[in-house]
């Protein structure tokens, strides 16, 4: 089993900027691709950026392309979203997930949620 806990969320205003953070634990994520996706109010979850095990491959949707980097530090067992320039259409609860690049490619675990809110 995975658990996985996201955190930094909060509230800035539009062009500001966010670190996301997600820490797993529970056992290696060797060969686990990590994921961010984020659910806005009266929509369904959307994917946002993912990255393989090594880091050296990325993958984002195109309504977050040079605005957000995600990354990983393996040592830690920690994924990150930096999120920057940021819209009020970015508003949403954001969540890590997290599944076995070898096993199809549906989302095994995920965390809790992190609300990230941006004013206009």
């Known amino acids: 089993q995975v658990q996985l806990v996201e955190s930094g969320g909060g509230l800035v205003q539009a062009g500001g900027s966010l670190r996301l953070s997600c820490a797993a634990s529970?056992?290696?994520?060797?060969?686990?691709?990590m994921g961010w996706f984020r659910q806005a109010p009266g929509k369904e979850r959307e994917f946002v950026a993912e990255i393989s095990w090594s880091g050296a491959g990325t993958l984002y949707a195109d309504s977050v392309k040079g605005r957000f980097t995600i990354s990983r530090d393996n040592a830690k067992n920690t994924v990150y979203l930096q999120m920057n320039s940021l819209k009020p259409e970015d508003t949403a609860v954001y969540y890590c997930g997290a599944r076995n690049a070898y096993v199809g490619n549906k989302y095994d675990y995920w965390g809790q949620g992190t609300q990230v809110t941006i004013s206009s």
């Open positions: 529970g056992r290696t994520l060797r060969d686990y691709v």
